[in-house]
């Protein structure tokens, strides 16, 4: 008995040491999502970027996002048409209820410069109204289409603009690689990512950019997060397109 203890003993060193050198094989092979965790933040310590989409919700890609957020405990901030909405209210409710941050878009995509003051409140206020009928009174961040805006929307918007600093150009060509790498060679802390939620491609992208870039330090956090984390408490009608890194 005494021996084949003796033997068992020896077999399980073998295996624990087996074990140790080839699980970090296996996880690349795997490729199983780094997990991020925001929790007590140490703004110090890390690199924050913000990654931002527009033109959603949809029923297909938004939902296949949202889950490959999910599984890496990501926040992005989601910029939505208003009516784009109507049939996809579960969608909005479920960003809401995991941590996403949601902003306007719109009601119809439509460029705000020279439009008249009540076009602007349709658009604006319309957008609003909608999305507040599901998840109540919200500060939405407004992203102006194209980027779009002159001094009169600047004044009627009683809210942050939020531009970018990385235009992946994602609605262009579709290309997956491309977009990635474009990312993650201008990826800065304090950086704005513009991508879309409604290709297939810009989902792969965009899960393909959290891993690489959560490997590199990086922590992904919405916009109201980077306001926060910078000190910055952001203005009305004022026009933001990156923060800037922590000294």
Known sequence: MLSFLRRSAAFLSVISVLFLLFCPLMNEFIKVPLVQTVDGMDPPSHKYIALTFDDGPRRKTTTRLLDGLAARGVHASFFLIGELV??????????????????????????????????FDHEIGGNRAILEEIVGKEAFMIRPP??????????????????WSIDTLDWKDQNCPRIVSVVCKEARDGAIILMHDIYSTSVDA??????????????????????????????PGVLYDKLPPLP
Do not use: C
């Open 146 to 163: 194209f980027g779009i805006t002159d001094a009169a929307v600047r004044s009627w918007v009683n809210a942050p603009l939020i531009r």
């Open 206 to 235: 965009a899960l393909e950019i959290v891993d690489r870039l959560m490997a590199e330090g990086y922590l992904f956090v919405t916009m109201e997060q980077l306001f926060a984390l910078r000190g910055v408490v952001p203005k």
């Open 86 to 119: 109507d049939g996809r209210e579960d969608i909005v409710q479920r960003m809401h209820a995991e941590g996403h941050q949601i902003g306007l878009h719109t009601n119809t995509h439509i460029i705000l410069s020279n439009l008249s003051r009540a076009k």
